[in-house]
């Protein structure tokens, strides 16, 4: 009932500040009139002294009120505005004043309506309409400053409801984009009463949304110091200690669920933080329990399908994301992309193609394109593949430009480097500078052994983006691999190394340039260093013939060899084998 009480006060301030801001509702249309019939005409009434005046009032008030209405309908507004404020200030009709301020507020002459709106709370100042409608007013016209007494004025009225109307402020200033005049006003509104434990929530809330960290977590301490076992307070703190100190977050939550073994949703929100802090079997417990006390409820199911997919466990993922599809949810696309990702590792490709084909958007929706492609280029079918990739429905043209490079990308791996190149250079004709675009075509140009063209477009890239290391990395290492221009190729490498000093490919292409200006030790450094950081069979082929000729020729073998096993079908690793350890 208390809720109820809330929405009467403070929603209706809510639905008052939509409604200034709609179009006003139209005068009702005139119905046809009914079929005459023959009536006695009964005589006019006998005029007593001073009713001409009254009539003359009345008529007035009709002409204005039709002066109005046809103003308001021709879309004039500002006469439609006035007229009304003009009669609400001669009339002190509570029904012209409601029509008045609704009217200025649709012209955005809030002017009127404010003025209109305070002349109505005096002429009725125990209307809660005429309250409600200035504080409307006020918001909407930025008048905060003065806002505060009315608010308590209306707060003090409905006693019963106090706490939720309390609650209600936030909801009622969300629009406001000053969050720290909306701080300052709610601060005030709710400090006649502190010693409440609304009044501290709301403006912890409000403290939060303003940027002010210490005050926000002191008032939600202080809300749940007056009520210990209010669970909305500990979500709020619970949230706030999350953003600065996750140990600390999880050690309250924890202390308040011991205390309050039914706040469900604090669990979740325990459980979720122990999730984010890795701490995944801690948080398999608090998600044990709570799926058995809401089996079908989609908050509970998919982070428990997700925290057993991060433990491995792909039958217990798989029975509740498939159960998690059976439920009542908007967004099922996460759901499908994962399952399709158990079918596909469990090498179950026909299942695993029909849950990619089911993501229809968001964020995994490329991803899943991708998947699809592949399985079947895995399967003999690359022309499959390639129509998956072209036939993806996106909107953006950044995604348009990715499913380009990954329809590139089956192209090359099929052995097809001059299809892949010309699909991206045509797409490069009209994004003549897309950075991507630029890079792989680059790529591509190096593998047709079109050195103009790999040097141009690196080039270019480097002019429009000077902070890209892979820009530089893969200039300088096309001159090292064919020993060009060495001098050059270590400046351009350095400076990638600079700005990404822990990428392994750049560390490779340092070994690399170092071991053909025969720098041998540094070279063995460098590339060591790469293939720690990244078992990649490039960085294995380079780090082979390196050994080998330092005279490290067992280690050399070594390296290649085993290598070889995990990636049997590079080629560049399949050459060092064949011509250092056959």
Request: hydrophobic letters at 45%.
């Amino acid at each position: 009932m208390k809720y109820i009480r809330c929405t009467v006060l403070f929603a209706a301030l809510v639905f008052s500040l939509s409604a200034l801001a709609a179009e006003p509702a139209a005068p009702p249309a005139k119905k046809r009139a009914a079929p005459a019939r023959e009536v006695k005409r009964a005589a006019p009434p006998e005029l007593r002294p001073g009713d001409e005046q009254s009539t003359d009032q009345d008529a007035q008030a009709v002409y204005q009120v039709l002066l109005g209405e046809i103003a308001l309908q021709r879309g004039d507004l500002d006469l439609a505005s006035t007229a009304y404020a003009d009669l609400a200030a001669r009339t002190r009709d509570p029904k012209i004043f409601s029509r008045a301020v609704e009217i200025a507020g649709y012209a955005r002459r809030f002017d009127l309506a404010l003025a209109t709106a305070r002349l109505w709370v005096e002429t009725e100042p125990t209307s809660a309409k005429a309250q409600q409608l200035l504080a409307s007013v006020m918001i909407l016209s930025n008048k905060l400053d003065d806002l505060a007494p009315n608010l308590i004025r209306m707060l003090e009225v409905d006693k019963e409801s106090l706490g939720e109307n309390l609650l209600g402020l936030n909801r009622m200033l969300a629009r406001n984009p000053d969050r720290q005049a909306v701080f300052r006003l709610i601060d005030q509104v709710c400090m006649p009463f502190f010693g409440i434990a609304e009044a501290h929530y709301t403006v912890s809330v409000a403290a939060a949304s303003a940027g002010m960290k210490d005050r926000a977590l002191a008032e939600a301490r202080r809300a749940l110091e007056l009520r210990p076992d209010w669970e909305m307070a500990a979500l709020l703190q619970g949230q706030l200690l999350l953003r600065e100190s996750p140990d600390q977050a999880v050690t309250f939550l924890q202390g308040f669920v011991e205390r309050n073994p039914s706040a469900r949703d604090a669990q979740l929100q325990l459980a979720r933080a122990l999730v984010a802090e890795k701490r995944y079997g801690e948080a398999k417990r608090y998600f044990d329990q709570l799926l058995v006390d809401y089996p079908d409820n989609p908050d509970i199911v998919y982070p428990v399908a997700i925290l057993a997919l991060q433990q491995n466990d792909k039958v217990l993922a798989e029975a509740q994301l498939k159960h998690f599809l059976t439920l009542r949810v908007t967004d099922k696309n996460y759901a499908y992309y994962y399952l399709g990702q158990i079918c596909e590792d469990s090498n179950r490709n026909a299942e695993a193609l029909a849950y990619y084909a089911s993501v229809s958007g968001g964020e995994q929706y490329l991803p899943a394109q991708n998947h699809r492609a592949h399985i079947l280029v895995a399967q003999g079918q690359l022309d499959a593949a390639l129509k998956v990739l072209a036939d993806a429905q996106v909107s953006a043209d950044d995604d348009r430009v990715q499913l380009l490079i990954a329809e590139a990308g089956l192209l090359r791996d099929a052995k097809q480097a001059q299809a892949a190149f010309d699909l991206l250079d045509k797409a490069l004709i009209t994004r003549p500078d897309q950075p991507e675009l630029l890079y792989e075509t680059a790529l591509l140009a190096e593998k047709l052994e079109r050195m103009d063209i790999l040097e141009t477009r690196l080039r270019k890239l480097i002019e429009l983006r000077p902070g890209s290391a892979q820009a530089y990395n893969a200039l300088g290492f096309s001159y090292a691999e064919r020993n060009l221009r060495l001098p050059e190729a270590r400046q351009l490498i350095e400076k990638a190394l600079q700005l990404s000093p822990d990428d392994s490919f750049i560390l490779d292409s340092m070994g690399w340039v170092l071991y053909r200006q025969g720098d041998l030790p540094g070279a063995l450094t460098h590339l060591e260093r790469a293939y720690s950081r990244r078992d990649d069979p490039e960085i294995a082929a380079h780090l082979g013939e390196v050994l080998w000729v330092l005279g490290r020729r067992d280690e050399a073998r070594t390296t290649l060899l085993e290598a070889q096993q995990k990636f049997p079908g590079n080629d560049a690793l399949a050459d060092a084998v064949k011509k250092y350890a056959p």
